[in-house]
């Protein structure tokens, strides 16, 4: 019995219901079926999960998708637009007849449908089932999100080669002869992501000033002896899995102070990596980096280390468990970042991001590229 039937036992439901297009994370999970219009995915207890897809649909998911293939011919769904206009009504009650009059659904579904099928069905919204069973990962999908790695890694080093190999003139990077910006780098990191078959959006390539902001994406010229922090998320275009990783650089010599923040961050980042293993709780590793911070002088309130130690990362960029002050015990299988980071107005920001699985001995980390402050 997996998760899904136990949540359909312990709610005393006939079935468990989901509609949306594959951008939602539960529904591709379920499914594995790709598609952008919104489809209805059912399981019953005990039973396989069904979708029921368009006729145009129908053979593509009978070849792609794990669940059961229904067209919502078969499901009924034409009979009842004869009679029933309104189609949030009409689609509830074609779920509903395939169901049963208890449904346990997904807290994604849309309030307009979850009222229509409470004219027929006692509605019951899941606290997050499929979310939970996504966070423990299978051998499929870390294979997946080390391969979409690797090439995060050689992006990461288009970026910082670019960095490096720039020159400059009165403070400002050029690369062959032009200004080299936030953009021109983000550009040539996409295209090279492109290519390896992954899609990336918003990459963070911030600088200066723009560093003591975590998620400022970064816009305009370059400035030389100072932070860029560059933060990239693609998104591995045929599996969906994500990957996730920060390094911040430097072309020349910083200010002192973001030297020291550097040391610090990487001494957070060893030790919180140190800590991670099946068992620990998350709070408790997060907890051990604040401690570490306020030895070295650095707070973690609203300026300093402001944000949680890492999350989980799999179908979506940002998902469990949580590495915080909320974090629950973390289990063998997860997948996760780690990322201290320290922000101060008027000096700067550094951030370093691994990303890795949690095993029983430890943390097995899918990041390769080094750490180097001055390119």
Known sequence: MDALDVAINASGADAFVVYA???????RYLTQFVVHDPFVFFKRRGQPGTIIVSQMEAERASREST??????????????????????????????GQTG????????????????????????????????????????????????QKNTDIAMALAVSLIKRSTVKKELLYFMGA?????????????????????????????????????????GQLAANEPIVI?????????????????????????????????????????????????????????????????????????GFVHNLGHGVGLQV???????AAGLTLKAGHVITVEPGLYYSGIGGVRLEDMGEVTRKGFSCFTAFPEELVV
């Open 101 to 148: 009059s208890t449904l346990l659904v997904s807290p994604n579904l849309p309030a307009a449908l979850v009222r229509a099928l409470e004219e027929h069905a006692r509605v019951i919204v899941d606290e997050g089932t499929v979310e939970q069973m996504r966070a423990k990962k299978s051998r499929t999908e870390i294979a997946w999100m080390k391969s979409v």
């Open 179 to 219: 200004p080299l910006t936030s953009e021109y780098v983000r550009t040539a990191v996409h295209k090279q992501l492109m290519d390896s078959g992954c899609r990336a959006v918003e990459t963070i390539i911030s600088c200066g000033d723009d560093t003591a902001l975590p998620h400022a994406i970064g816009s």
């Open 231 to 303: 933060d990239m998320f693609p998104k591995d275009e045929t599996t969906g899995y994500y990957s996730d990783m920060t390094r911040t650089v430097s072309k020349g010599k910083p200010d002192e102070k973001i030297i020291e923040m550097y040391a610090a961050v990487l001494g957070a980042k060893r030790l919180a990596i140190s800590q991670i293993r099946a068992g620990v709780s998350g709070a408790r590793v997060y907890q051990s980096v604040v401690d570490f911070f306020k030895d070295q002088g650095y707070e973690s309130t609203t300026r």
């Open 318 to 324: 940002h998902e469990l468990p949580t590495v915080g």
């Open 67 to 96: 669940a059961v293939v229904m067209t919502r011919t078969q499901a009924g769904l034409i009979e009842i637009l004869k009679t029933e206009k309104n189609p949030w009504k009409a689609l509830a009650q074609m779920i509903v």
């Open 21 to 27: 297009s594959s951008d939602d994370a539960d529904i």
